[in-house]
């Protein structure tokens, strides 16, 4: 009664065995292209999903920034636009300004037409065909604004103090107002706001002549006032300065920005000259600062080996 062996195990043929890994190879390859694919199926629905909600934000707030216009409004107000065809705008910009005759040149190939975009397009609010600030509505509300409480006309700049027409007024020994352009000029640590009048020539600076001002120094006299010297009308403004900061050499080319940019106020056909000139740039030139641990801007310590 003894029990029987167990039967050996059975003996499988090479071929057998190479067919066998063959198959699980291919299993192993095939589940890893359906995960790959799987994954690439899914961040192609994630990037879909997340452009569709772009796009219907854009929408939404496109809605809602003239569905605010048109309520504030009450139609007045508008988005800003170019006519494709005509090139007209809805709005006018006083700051894009051309000099006479400059286009006209460009097409007679005198000159090169300008490269890139000059001003950017405006596609803001409008209200009277005048750029304003989106969230206002008009009239302004007295008990939180100062007049004026509407914008400047058509065409008229606005800010730094001018007037509702656009153009700066002051009352000169309590007569009527008297009109003057303004510009600002800085160079080094110096400051200047410089105040054309119609006048004789005069030149004034802190409340002081220019030639005591700057101390009987021609030189600097001479560089505050080049480019009213340089246009030759000199003697046909009065020249009011309240300068600060830096020094008399400093001041002085301060002075030269500002009157520069007062005279650019007065005619846009005098800015190729003085741009030419250079009597529109900002000298960016500063001195050194002092460095840490050093004696000055650019003296070093002795150096020693040992």
Known sequence: GRRAPPPPPPRHSPQAAAASEHSTLQGSQGAETNRALGIAAFAGALSTLALLRAAARRRAGARRREAVI????????????????????????????????????????????????????????????????????????PRKYREPLEPPPPGAKWGDGRSPDGNWYMEVDGEDPVQYWQGVGRRKAACAVVRLFKGTGQFIVNSKDAREFFEHYPYRWMKAIEPMAALSVKNDYDCIVKTFGGGKSGQAGAIRLGVARALQEIDYNWRPLMKKAKYLTRDWRMIEPKKTGQHKARKKKPYHKR
């Open 70 to 141: 048109t309520r504030r409004a009450d139609g007045d107000l508008e988005i800003g636009y170019r006519n494709e065809e005509t090139g007209e705008t809805n709005y006018v910009n006083p700051w894009e300004e051309r000099v006479d005759g400059d286009m006209e040149l460009v097409k007679q190939g005198v000159k090169q037409r300008p490269m890139g975009n000059i001003y950017h397009e405006y596609t803001g609010p409008v209200y009277k065909q005048v750029p304003v600030v989106e969230g206002l509505s008009f009239p302004l509300d």
